[in-house]
């Protein structure tokens, strides 16, 4: 694969991925930064609860298109499991740390979901079989103001079940090392490993 291409996939990855959906159709709908709502993440669970149920399902499967379409591309450009595995980091990383926004983004669950949807589309849906009914009704408690099981419960659940994946017989390696990538690149946004690293601004 030539090279120059593969750095081009990569910067598109990156770059597409710091488009926050979420941002633009909070501005759109109320003239505000969603930033400024809920719990100031700006992704598609805070849109759901804070702006519209509706919108909040749409900047889902935008956020999901940054990691799943870049793939495509590079798929289809005869890209190899590694390179694949790096756009797919690229593009989370640019939800993560977005440069239009000043490197500070969203946690990548929804991007990541759709470089998941890409690399392993059956365990994908495993997990949202297992995953979806306690996610729905953590937003349920969440827009309840209910203390019990905060909605980062659901966040562990997915992560935990990307975990079992990458440590099962009979998976394929990339299936293994996505799952495995994924997990360590949304740890370290979730808990603000580069930042704390870093020092933080201020």
Do not use: Q, W
């Amino acid at each position: 694969m030539d090279k120059s291409l593969f750095i081009i996939l990569i910067l598109f990855a990156y770059l597409f991925g710091s488009v926050n959906f979420a941002t633009l159709f909070t501005y759109i709908k109320r003239g505000i930064n969603i930033r400024e709502l809920g719990d100031h993440n700006p992704g598609a669970t805070n849109v759901y609860l804070h702006v519209d149920k509706r919108m909040g399902v749409l900047v889902f499967i935008l956020d999901a298109l940054k990691g799943f379409i870049p793939l495509t591309f590079a798929k289809r450009a005869g890209a190899s499991d590694a390179i694949l595995l790096i756009v797919a980091l690229s593009a989370i990383l640019g939800h993560d740390y977005p440069i239009f926004y000043h490197f500070k983004g969203g946690t990548g669950i929804s991007t990541t979901i759709g470089c998941g949807l890409f690399f392993a589309p059956k365990e994908m849906f495993i997990i949202a079989l297992f995953t979806i009914p306690i996610m729905y009704f953590l937003l349920y408690l969440k827009k309840k103001n209910s203390s019990i099981l905060p909605l980062e419960t659901g966040e562990a659940t997915i992560y935990i079940s990307f975990l079992s994946f990458t440590f099962m017989r009979g998976e394929a390696n990339e299936v293994k090392m996505f799952f495995l990538t994924a997990t360590i690149a949304v740890v370290i946004r979730k808990f603000d490993v580069v930042e704390h690293f870093f020092g933080k601004e201020g």
